[in-house]
């Protein structure tokens, strides 16, 4: 993303180099740009990244009049200020809620887009969509349990949308009844999307079926899987029956890797969010291990026997 807006940024100085015929402030946006993705390969000196993101998008804001038409200190240094804090390394301490916070000034920053930016009328909404952002992201370092936000930002995005252009469009032109009902739609819209998102986990004792012969368990297996999604009946009864078999772990690995999908990390997140997330799926993964390796050696089997 930041190549893409780096590069938007290029262009539109190049525009005024050909108009005007000043090229430093190219040159200069070039090298703010550059020196940032240097300093970001450099672990000891990637801190650095804060005030050149800040310098960067300074520059660029206040050499972009002609064609943003920002003309507004207020936007420009709440933005740019967000920009360079969304850039402070999640791996130093509270380098993450430091993101966070960062991408709160950026949504604060939209409340003072001038009146003559054309989404000047958009601004709250886009300040909404962008808060939601900073919201989740700073519930879902808290805890766990809120993890499910980030992926569920696109949808929830949209949903602030149309909600935007509804209250800005739409109601405005709408008789008193009508604007009741579309208020209480969409209210009663977002808390029927988020209660159906939500998930309680409910541990539930395995049964035994040690007992069962092979088509009862081979059976079983595929009606969990065809109908419930739970493919670990499934991979038990592939793995036993290859173990019988004599088939090479290996083997055995690429057919389960059909059967098995990878964790995932959520599409719409942040870098230090994926950091933050990826760790926590690390050491929930090394808890597991420790489990099954305990049930393993309960069972009668040592790991790796």
């Not at 469009?169 to 009741?180: C, D, N, T, V």
């Not at 939500?198 to 109908?227: P, S």
């Not at 760790?279 to 291990?289: F, V, Y």
Request: proline share 4%; charged share 20%; aromatic share 14%.
């Amino acid at each position: 993303m930041r190549w893409v807006i780096g590069g938007a940024g290029i262009v539109l100085m190049a525009v005024k180099y050909i108009q005007t015929g000043d090229y430093m402030p190219a040159i200069i946006l070039t090298g703010l740009l550059t020196m940032y993705e240097i300093f970001s390969r450099i672990g000891r000196l990637e801190i650095a990244r804060v005030p050149l993101a800040f310098a960067a998008s300074y520059y660029f804001f206040t050499q972009s009049g002609e064609f943003l038409i920002t003309g507004s200190d207020s936007f420009t240094i709440l933005f740019s200020t967000g920009l360079a804090l969304t850039a402070f390394p999640a791996r130093y301490r509270w380098g993450a809620y430091i993101s966070s916070a960062g991408i709160a000034l950026i949504a604060a920053s939209l409340i003072f887009i001038p009146e003559s930016v054309p989404v000047y009328r958009y601004r709250f909404m886009l300040a909404a969509i962008v808060g939601f952002l900073a919201v989740t992201s700073i519930l879902s370092l808290f805890s766990e349990k809120f993890e499910f936000l980030v992926s569920q930002r696109f949808a929830i995005g949209f949903i602030a949308g149309l909600a935007g252009i509804y209250y800005t469009e739409l109601r405005p032109i709408l008789a008193p009844g009508l604007k009741s009902l579309g208020d209480w739609l969409i209210v009663a819209g977002a808390i029927y999307y988020l209660a159906g998102r939500l998930r309680f986990e409910i541990e539930e004792e395995a049964e035994e079926h040690d007992q069962m012969d092979f088509e009862t368990l081979a059976e079983r297996a595929e009606k969990e899987y065809l109908e419930n999604g739970d493919p670990l009946p499934l991979a038990v009864l592939i793995s036993h029956t290859f173990g019988k078999a004599g088939v090479s772990p290996l083997k055995a690995e690429q057919v389960l890797r059909d059967l098995i999908d990878p964790e995932k990390t959520p599409k719409y997140a942040f870098g230090f969010e994926k950091a933050i997330i990826q760790s926590r799926k690390k050491k929930r993964r090394l808890k597991k291990l420790e489990s099954i390796k305990n049930k393993m050696k309960e069972a009668g089997g040592e790991y790796g026997d």
